[in-house]
Every structure is written in C-alpha cells, then in structure tokens.
C-alpha cells in the first residue's frame, strides 16, 4: 500500500505540535577526538491541516561558537521537520545534498507504466504493546536498495505498520549519485514516528547527518552536521490560525523575539543525548553505513572522488629535524569501486638523501573487524613515550630555536592489522608484520646538543596486541579510559614492551572547566632491544626539565591538569602538576647522560605548569619549572585533540 493510501485513511482535521532541537556542527577525524565548531538550538511551532497541509514557524532560536568559523545560514531541514515521510522525491539540504531520489513507497498514478528503482524485502518483525491500544502492534522492517547503484536512490530501511501500512520509521543512506555537492561524503536521514490515539502515527523524532570533506584532498578529517529535532505537546484537531496557512511553508518570528524564547533546556544539555559525547545511538550513522555497503555489494557509499590528493597530516608537506634536515613529501589516496580504499604517501629527506614512502590499504574486514595493511619506507619513528607536541610546532622549534623534539629512528618493512570497535565504546588492535629498524644520525646541527640515539638494527618480526576500554565511573560525571599495549619483537633475540595507561577527564558540555588525570606506566623484558626502551622529560612528559633526558627500561608517569574559563571561549587559565620517573638501566650504546643522553632519573622528579589557553583554547602558552633542581620553560603548543592533524 502506497504512502499516499495511509494519509487518506488518517480520520484527521488538523494538528499542532512544539518541535526542539539541536544542531551540532563539529569537526570529525578518521580517528581521534571530535571537536565541536558551533551548536544552535530550535524551537519551532509546527501546523497541520487536512488534506496535507504544513506550515512551521520559528520561534525561538539561539547559538554559540566554539572554534573560528565563518557566519553562514543552515538549510531549512537543518532547522525544520520533514513531514509524512519526504514527497515523492527525497530532497535534503533544500535540494542541495541530496536531490532527484525517488521515495520507495511513492505513489503513482492509477496507469502509470512504473520504472521499477528499488528492490525490497520484508526483513524482521516487531510485536508492541503500547498503553491505551488494545491489540499488539505488528511492526514490519522492509529493506530497499537500488536495483541500479549508479543512479540517484535510497539505500536503507522503511518500517510500516502492518494493520494498515502507516510508516512508522525510515533509516535512509544515499547513493553516490544522489548527491549534489562534490564536497558530500555521506548523508544519513532517521525518522521517527509515534502513535497518538492509538491510530495516528506522528513525527517524534528526526536525526539528519551530513558529513563534508574537501574534494580534492584527503587530509583524514571532516565536518559534520548533526541536526536532532525532537517534536511534542501535540494538540490533535486544534485549530490553525487563517494567517499561519495563509503564509509560505516556512516562517520566522521576530529575530528578537526568536533569541528571548525560554528553551525547556540548555544548549548544551543534550551532547550525550545526541550522540555527541560517546553515547551509543539506536541507529548510528557509521552503522548505517555498513549496511549501505552491504546492500551496494562492496560499492563505497560516498560522494567523495575516488582519487584525491593525501595528507596523513599537515606536516606530510615538510618537516625538519636534526637528523633529516628538510623532508618533504606529498600522498594520493586512490579508492576503487569495491570497499578498498589506498593512501600512498612519500617523500625525500634533504640530509640523509633517503626517499620515504608508505601505503596503506583499508579493507572490508569481517564482521565488526576492519582490516588494515601497511608497506612502509624509512618511516620516521620516536623513542619517546608521549611525542612531545604536534610535528608541525616541532619542526618550527627545531628550525627557529635549535630544540629537536624527536629521538629518531627509522623503520621499514609491512605490516596487517585487525581493528574494532567494541559496543561499550573501547577499541582493538591485533596486528603483525615484519621490518627493518635503522639508526639515524645527527646531520643538522642543533642548540640542544642532544646525540641521535642508536637502535639495534636489523630484520624482526613484530606483534601488537593493544586494548582500549571504557572503565565504570559509577555516580560521577567522570569519564575513565584504560589502555594496554603489549609489543613483541622476535629476530636476534627476543625482547617485549608492556605499558599501561588510565586517563579519567572531567569537562563541563560548557567549555567552562575541564580536569584530566593521567597515569601511564612501561617496561621492558627480554633481549635490550633499544628501540622497545623509552625516553622522557621536556614538553607532555615531564615539563620544566631538559628534553628527554631520563630513559630506562621501566617508566612512569602522572600528571593532573586543569583550566578554567575566564569570561569568554577565547581565554582559559591552565595550571598543572607532574612527575615522573625512569630506571632499570639504558641500553649500553646509548651515550650516557654526561654525554647528553638520557640516564635514569634518580627517583621521582616532578613539575609545575601554569599558563593561558587563547583563541577558542587552540593555542596553549605555559610556563614549567621542574621541581627539585629542574629549570623553568616557556612552552608554545597547542590543544592534544589536534595534534594527529598537525
């Protein structure tokens, strides 16, 4: 039975309701942290009249800023509810993210020669008992997909009401083809719909998602908007004021009047609600997106190009240390027609006269595990524990001040890797392969005097076993993490690496205060492979002491860290205490810590650091002194949550 057949059926004068909601628009990395731009808040008066008559009228409306952004006005379907399921042609974003898809339940006319789009299938039922209705409801889940993959159509799922075909949920993705703008990676619309009266089944909730990357590069990073409107207090057979009719499908009220409305709740009560701090949805968007690949036979659901220019990240375009000088490079990232995707990258490093390259190849994987493999040339690794700061801050100190931020080596060879995400939240990694580890050497002179550490070359097999894992914090507003890293090398001996690490943080959903507490600890078994030992001092280890100048087999770090804001998302006060401690011995072809070196720290050393968060809190400016016979610092860096990008 048509969508257009259930309308008729509804024995319905008219209807008034209150929509609210959120529209989130935040920063989305391939991997790591998301990072909100701005959030608007709706309020938004919504009329219905018989036959199929709908206006909406914005009453209130309010937003805030959290990173630099241009002023700019959302679509219309960001802001307003979609009624009775889309016309017969879905469009989103006005016309402009998605247009020209025809709706699987469209009515035609009695006659019509159909070309058929879709094909569909009755997949799972659903029995309901909801108070006030007599009988169970019987709830019928029909698959759609597009008979052609190439043309314009949905890819998803419709929910109906068997009793009498009334649509009570739709999960809809997109085709490739249905998208209108270059910049579309992905479209994800969720419609709910709920029973009033015990026949009319109304809108209750809508979840629109669109997420944008540029055209032309990969730099691993997107934005997405996430508009999650909600709808209540319906008035069944109230009567719609003549003039609200008589006006266009969408008003406003006053721009005044818009920014005094009385919201029932904060604008940024609803992050966890909306899926914007970790919280599982019933339906979410990656979800929606496998499924859209399982139903398109391994074609990629993405309006993206299939061949972009690579950025793994922005200093991908140049570096500088003290032991490659200059080192340029460039990536491509080529995505077939099936489900694999290849990021190459390269590059050429100005003293040592080594080329460098990698290629990394996402696969379908099984399951809920994703497959990865890597080929790699001359990769750039560091002996540190925690990398100091964000490559590109570390380039600039390394030319303008003298101070290297890396303790290099190199490392070459191919790995394969099995990731997943687990339904708590936590995270995955089983991996395995086999390269060739190199020591770098000190080519460009720098202030700091530190030498290029040596690692105990040669060919090993190398296995990775790490487990990251959301941790109960019961009756807090805490978030806890734990993480386990287990790496093995075998070949010329065999030596491992174990470390450990729980990070609880505190942050107000109003960028008022945050608090993060740390610990992280590590050691070495086996053959003294350098390379599994670690360093530590200086910047994001053990402030207000030199850089890396303790090391050892075994390692230990804490730290808590606090700010504040003060008046405005431009100015944040910052302080912290650290400590830290290394023992058990350097390897003996390190240069001891007369040498410049790293040597055992000698018990706990600890750190103080105080100092602003400016510019939405991007840019961090710190002074450190180690306490106990370290030295006072001046560090420039900027927010953690960026560094993967840097």
Do not use: C
């Not at 789009?117 to 009755?122: A, S």
């Not at 499908?249 to 409305?261: E, N, Y």
């Amino acid at each position: 039975e048509t969508r257009r057949d259930t309308e008729r059926r509804a024995d319905l004068e008219s209807w008034t309701a209150r929509t609210d909601g959120h529209i989130y628009f935040y920063v989305d990395p391939d991997d790591g942290r998301r990072a909100l731009i701005r959030v608007d808040q709706v309020a938004v008066d919504v009329f219905w009249q018989a036959p199929d008559l709908t206006r909406q009228r914005i009453v209130g409306e309010r937003t805030e800023t959290f990173l630099p952004v241009r002023d700019f006005d959302y679509y219309l379907d960001r802001l307003t509810l979609v009624q009775s399921g889309f016309g017969d042609e879905i469009r989103v974003g006005q016309g402009m993210d998605v247009a020209d898809v025809p709706h699987p339940l469209r009515w035609l006319p009695p006659g019509t020669e159909e070309d058929p789009v879709y094909d569909m299938r009755f997949a799972d039922a659903l029995t309901l008992t909801l108070p006030g209705v007599d009988e169970p409801l019987r709830i019928r889940q029909v698959e759609v997909r597009p008979r052609d993959p190439d043309r314009a159509a949905m890819v998803g799922s419709v929910f109906l009401a068997e009793r009498d075909g009334s649509l009570v949920r739709m999960e809809l993705g997109f085709t490739p083809a249905s998208y209108v703008d270059r910049r579309t990676d992905r479209v994800s619309v969720q419609l709910d719909f709920g029973l009033w009266d015990g026949e009319h089944w109304l809108p209750n909730e809508q979840v629109l998602e669109v997420r944008r990357e540029i055209p032309e590069l990969d730099l691993g990073v997107g934005t997405v908007i996430r508009a999650v409107l909600r709808v209540g207090n319906y008035d069944l057979g109230a009567q719609v004021p003549p003039e609200v009719m008589a006006g266009p499908p969408v008003q406003a009220a006053p721009l005044l009047q818009r920014q005094a409305f009385d919201f029932p709740e904060g604008l940024l009560d609803g992050l966890e609600r909306d899926g914007l701090s970790g919280v599982d949805l019933r339906t979410d968007p990656a979800d929606l997106r496998a499924e859209a690949l399982r139903r398109l036979e391994g074609r990629p659901p993405s309006g993206l190009s299939p061949i972009r220019f690579h950025l793994p990240r922005l200093s991908t375009l140049v570096t500088h240390d003290r032991a490659r000088g200059w080192s340029p490079g460039v990536g491509i990232t080529l995505r077939p027609s099936s489900s694999v995707r290849a990021r190459l990258d390269g590059g050429w490093s100005e003293a040592s006269g080594r080329f460098r390259g990698g290629v990394v190849l996402d696969g379908p994987g099984w399951g809920a595990w994703a497959l990865e493999g890597r080929v790699v040339a001359n990769e750039r690794r560091d002996l540190g524990v925690r990398p100091a700061g964000p490559p590109v801050l570390g380039s600039a100190a390394s030319v303008l001040t003298g101070e290297d931020w890396v303790d290099p080596f190199l490392g070459t060879g191919a790995h394969l890797a099995l990731r997943r995400r687990t339904d708590s939240g936590g995270r995955i990694l089983l991996s395995g392969g086999v390269e060739r580890h190199r020591s770098e050497e000190l080519r460009v002179g720098v202030e700091d005097g530190r030498p290029v550490l040596p690692v105990s070359k040669g060919t090993r097999a190398l296995l990775r076993g790490q487990v990251s894992h959301p941790l109960p914090s019961p009756g807090t507003r805490w978030q806890t993490t734990g993480e386990v890293t287990a790496d093995l090398l075998v070949g010329g001996g065999t030596g491992g690496r174990l470390e450990a690490e729980v990070e609880m943080s505190l942050e107000d959903p109003a960028d008022r205060f945050a608090v993060l507490l740390q610990t992280r600890g590590g050691l070495v078994t086996g053959e003294a492979f350098p390379q599994l030992h670690g360093t530590l001092g200086g910047r994001n280890t053990l402030p207000g002491w030199p850089m890396r100048s303790f090391g050892g087999s075994r390692w230990g770090l804490a730290a808590v860290e606090g700010s504040r804001r003060l008046g405005s998302s431009h100015l944040h006060l910052r302080g912290g205490l650290h400590a830290g401690a290394a023992g058990g011995g350097t390897p003996a072809s390190w240069p001891s810590g007369d040498e410049g070196g790293p040597s055992a720290s000698g018990g706990v050393r600890g750190g103080v650091t105080l100092g602003v968060g400016t510019l939405w809190n991007l840019v961090h400016l710190d002074v450190a002194r180690g306490m106990g016979g370290g030295e006072w610092q001046f560090l420039l860096s900027v927010n953690p949550d960026w560094w993967d990008l840097l």
